[in-house]
């Protein structure tokens, strides 16, 4: 079986799409229990969470790959 070995730009975006992921699980977890706490009060409608996921994955990206990059 063949090995092959990432580059700097393959790993980044691993790194990239995992953080992109964990945002995304958060900002539904977030909506989801907000959704949850509306209807347990009886309310009808609710208001989203606001939405950085895209900022909060660069953050989680570069918190990853300072990871990576420690020897």
Do not use: W
């Amino acid at each position: 079986m063949p090995t092959h070995n990432k580059s700097g730009y393959e790993i980044r975006l691993e790194v990239l799409q995992m953080a992109m992921n964990l945002a995304n699980d958060r900002y539904h977890q977030a909506a989801n229990q907000l959704q949850y706490n509306a209807e347990k009060s009886g309310e009808k409608s609710f208001a989203l969470p606001r939405d950085t996921r895209v900022t909060d994955a660069i953050a989680l990206a570069d918190e990853l790959y300072g990871f990576v990059e420690k020897k």
